[in-house]
């Protein structure tokens, strides 16, 4: 078969159509509705660390509640579960709206907000995670992860232009009705699912099955090794909080400019996802995934001294492309080496670490910047992920071996024969 009918064979499947197109609606509502909260704080307070507060609210209950959303996943319809946390995120984008509207000027508010979004993400990314196998065969879930971050891209791209260029026209307001009025149809089209995820751990709720994802996640060495490798690069090596920064004081843009380097990254890892969607990783993934998180760091280096924007946007771009393979990797290797009945709590830990690598990443860039500047912040950490990716390279020989993606799938040990009488 045609590499480009492979490609496209996930989408023979009704439920995974329908749901590429809310996960689309659901990104590009966090992505437009980001470019305004950033621009809108910095341009309150002038503070580094004010930005950085922005990733620590969503954080901490990130990091309150994510275990507790594993466990919701596996017992309860994910369906259901992902519907009522995007009315949550409609409900804190009409909030930041009447913040616009009220010209609010303490950015408490919006913090309270975030806290708000950042409970929602706690249950909403373990469900999420978990669904994906039950919309498409198993031969087929290694393409369909591709897929999947091949529509987060793509929205992630379309995201920050459009929301700069709708503040820059329409101011706040028009960012955060767009941004309602997206996450309202992605309700619509998560109720119009026809899969029913039902109840996967039949086991009662106690602590150890609150923290069974940590336990499976620490024994097994290969998804030990792919959660904080990506943990700890991104979390020294992320500079999104500090992009208000860089388009006003440093390459002195607009919104527009915001905008676009929100976008940078996303362009490039949207080219490299829907190259792994027709053509697969192949051999020597462990390998790729280590040069990858690598190729992160050295262009993060490369932006944070670049004092021109067509070089900023190309460095943001490689970024986001090497991080790209890691994300293929890390994923694929979570589903397919965890069992059904464990795959929310396990899509916890690993959001759990997404939510540290990103949003505490954040709150890290902004408290270094205030003291030391932001590009001194962005250096520091782009030198941090290339130490990391050396010390991870000798921790983990596990991974560096892991050659065909497919060879890590988790089988169930035979079941104990029965003694004849």
Request: hydrophobic share 50%; proline share 5%.
């Amino acid at each position: 078969m045609a590499p480009s009918v492979l490609a496209s064979s996930v989408f023979r499947h009704r439920d995974f159509r329908l749901y590429q197109v809310a996960r689309l609606c659901a990104v590009l509502a966090a992505q437009i509705e980001s470019v305004a909260i950033g621009w809108q704080v910095y341009e309150l307070t002038g503070s580094a660390l004010a930005l950085g507060y922005t990733g620590l609210a969503q954080f901490l209950p990130f990091l309150a509640f994510s275990l507790l959303g594993g466990q919701v996943a596996d017992r309860y319809d994910r369906r259901r579960i992902l519907a009522i946390c995007q009315g949550v995120m409609l409900v804190c984008s009409l909030l930041l709206l009447s913040f616009t509207l009220g010209h609010v000027t303490d950015v408490r508010f919006v913090y309270g907000v975030l806290v708000l979004f950042g409970t929602a993400r706690a249950f909403y990314g373990p469900a999420g995670s978990a669904l994906t196998p039950y919309l498409v065969p198993p031969e087929e879930l290694t393409r369909a992860v591709a897929v999947n971050s091949t529509t987060w891209q793509v929205a992630t791209i379309a995201g920050p232009a459009v929301g700069g260029l709708l503040y820059g026209w329409l101011g706040g307001k028009g960012v955060y009705i767009a941004s309602a009025s997206l996450c309202a149809l992605t309700v619509v089209w998560i109720l119009s699912l026809h899969v029913r995820t039902g109840s996967a751990s039949r086991e009662p709720v106690s602590l150890a099955t609150l923290v069974a994802g940590l336990k499976f996640v620490r024994s097994k060495r290969l998804l030990l090794g792919s959660l904080t490798l990506d943990l700890f690069a991104v979390l020294l090596g992320g500079a999104v909080a500090l992009l208000p920064i860089y388009a006003r004081d440093v390459l002195h843009t607009g919104p527009w400019g915001l905008g676009l380097l929100r976008s940078a990254p996303a362009v490039g890892a949207a080219v490299v996802a829907v190259l792994l969607a027709f053509r697969p990783l192949g051999g020597h993934a462990g390998w790729k995934m280590f040069g990858a998180v690598a190729v992160f760091g050295a262009a993060t280096l490369v932006f944070g001294l670049s004092t021109s924007l067509p070089l900023s946007l190309a460095a943001l771009a490689i970024g986001g492309a090497a991080d790209m393979v890691s994300v293929v990797v890390r994923h694929t290797l979570e589903l397919v080496s965890t069992p059904d009945d464990m795959r929310g709590r396990v899509g916890a830990v690993n959001m759990m670490c997404i939510g540290a690598s990103n949003e505490l990443g954040e709150f890290r860039a902004g408290s270094l910047a205030e003291g030391l500047g932001a590009v001194n912040a962005v250096v520091i950490g782009a030198v941090g992920t290339l130490v990391v990716v050396a010390l991870w390279a000798w921790l983990f020989p596990e991974l560096r071996q892991v050659d065909r993606l497919e060879s890590a799938a988790y089988r169930r040990p035979p079941p104990i024969p029965t003694p004849t009488p």
